[in-house]
Nanobody, 117 residues
Framework: VQLQASGGGLVQPGGSLRLSCLVS????????MLWYRQAPGKQREMVAT???????EYLDSVKGRFTISRDNAKNTVDLQMIGLKPEDTAVYYC????????????WGQGTQVTVSS
């Protein structure tokens, strides 16, 4: 089972990006899906989570600017980011609870988001 994140890049302050993460491989179920980020010199922090039925949670600093969504048929989780700020610069990681025999947490590789003029 793999999580493949995409969609990062360089954007000016105030700009938008959409990150996407695809879960592929052999599994029977996906539970909560998450986006984390880690900025240089800082600890990894949870940005947004979405449960199976769509219940969401957000880091306070991104509320109103970021939107997490999932497509259970396509096994994807997206993160729409608007109003980006330089402090949003970080490597963004997707993660999910995956059932493949047993439940376990899996992470994708990171995708760099840089907000700079």
């Amino acid at each position: 089972v793999q999580l493949q994140a995409s969609g990062g890049g360089l954007v000016q302050p105030g700009g938008s990006l959409r990150l996407s993460c695809l879960v592929s491989g052999s599994f029977s179920d996906i539970g909560v899906m998450l986006w984390y980020r880690q900025a240089p010199g800082k600890q990894r922090e949870m940005v947004a989570t979405i449960k199976t039925r769509g219940e969401t949670e957000y880091l306070d600093s991104v509320k109103g600017r970021f939107t997490i969504s999932r497509d259970n048929a396509k096994n994807t989780v997206d993160l729409q980011m608007i109003g980006l700020k330089p402090e949003d610069t970080a490597v963004y990681y997707c993660a999910a609870q995956i059932k493949s025999g047993v439940w376990r947490a899996l992470w994708g590789q990171g995708t760099q988001v840089t907000v700079s003029s």
